[in-house]
């Protein structure tokens, strides 16, 4: 498969990862009366591409970085951890490692002969930015490409759930992501530049309320995302 091909394959809400589950935290936001209509939608998206979409992105174009190392699996234990630093809440660390075992799974059946035996086992399984890297190294995505994947999906999921949670117009939702495209791409950019540095040093943006409510969403007894 093209490389422009499989970008659209992992970025379609259709593939076997479980992404339609989870609401990037938006449910808990509604609830909270945070997010209430089409602008508060949009600024709760571009906060969450400036912080978790930035930060996944530069993870799974590191993770990229790292398939064809010698020391893959060092590098990938590396990335894991720091990755698991900063995830300060324990809700969204074993959401991370949810989705990431969903996306394996995927990724194992699809690419049999990647290089997936490298990530870190520990933990519950590796972050979901790891195992996206991995897999658009596999499928033939360049860095960049793959960070432009990660990056989408952190905003598109949201958006979606915005549908089903306030009840918006489907063409004004998607009418905000197009104009999210270019801080999309340049989200992608800066991902794919940082990975070139060490782990360490590996942007770190944080969202503390957003924290804070992943922790209050994983205590309902009824809900209708899994975060």
Do not use: K, N
């Not at 991370?96 to 086992?121: C, K, N, V, Y």
């Amino acid at each position: 498969m093209a490389a422009p091909s499989l970008l659209l394959l992992l970025a379609d809400g259709r593939f076997p990862a479980g992404a339609h589950a989870h609401s990037g935290g938006l449910e808990a936001a509604v609830a909270a009366r945070r997010v209430t209509d089409l602008g508060t939608l949009a600024a709760f998206l571009r906060g969450r591409l400036a912080t978790a979409g930035l930060v996944g992105a530069a993870f799974a174009a590191a993770a990229h970085r790292a398939a064809p190392a010698g020391d893959r699996r060092a590098r990938l234990a590396r990335l894991d951890a720091e990755l698991d630093a900063r995830t300060a809440a324990p809700a969204l660390r074993a959401v991370s490692r949810r989705q990431g075992r969903a996306l394996l799974r995927a990724g194992r059946t699809i690419w049999p002969h990647g290089p997936f035996a490298d990530l870190p086992e520990a933990g519950g399984g590796p972050h979901q930015p790891l195992v996206l890297g991995l897999i658009g190294a596999a499928g033939g995505l360049d860095r960049t490409e793959t960070a432009l994947a990660a990056a989408y999906g952190t905003v598109t999921g949201a958006a979606s759930a915005g549908l089903r949670l306030l009840g918006l117009d489907p063409y004004h939702v998607h009418a905000l992501l197009v104009d999210l495209a270019g801080a999309c791409d340049a989200t992608a950019r800066d991902a794919a530049d940082a990975a070139d540095g060490p782990p360490e040093d590996l942007p770190a943006a944080a969202a503390p309320l957003a924290d804070i409510h992943a922790e209050v969403h994983a205590t309902w007894e009824v809900r209708l995302f899994a975060s």
